[in-house]
Nanobody, 116 residues
Framework: QVQLVESGGGLVQPGGSLRLSCAVS????????MGWYRQAPGKQREWVGA???????RYENSVKGRFSVSRDNAKNTVYLQMNSLQPEDTAVYYC??????????WGQGTQVTVSS
């Protein structure tokens, strides 16, 4: 069973930055995609962005140019760098990885609150 442990959430003012981390219990080379979702109160979980096994990245339109997904192969860790945060970015952020054979795994979530 793959385990994902997220960290780095918290309270930040509008315009500020946060970096989320997701430590994976297995080599990240096992996975086709590693990414992030978020769920705001009263809303469905939505995809934010991902990094793929070939190193390419993709992002949801509202975070393009502000958020960046990266990975550290040696640490088996995926990151979400979030800049220019806005109140509408407030949500619980979840790490998600998809194995090459299709099985997906979720982290427990970390709260990000953007407020003055």
């Amino acid at each position: 069973q793959v385990q994902l442990v997220e960290s780095g959430g918290g309270l930040v003012q509008p315009g500020g930055s946060l970096r989320l981390s997701c430590a994976v219990s297995e080599s990240i080379f096992s996975f086709y995609a590693m990414g992030w979702y978020r769920q705001a109160p009263g809303k469905q979980r939505e995809w934010v962005g991902a990094i793929f096994s070939d190193g390419s990245t993709r992002y949801e339109n509202s975070v393009k140019g502000r958020f960046s997904v990266s990975r550290d192969n040696a640490k088996n860790t995926v990151y979400l760098q979030m800049n220019s945060l806005q109140p509408e970015d407030t949500a619980v952020y979840y790490c998600n990885v998809v194995h090459h054979y299709g099985q997906g795994y979720w982290g427990q979530g970390t709260q990000v609150t953007v407020s003055s």
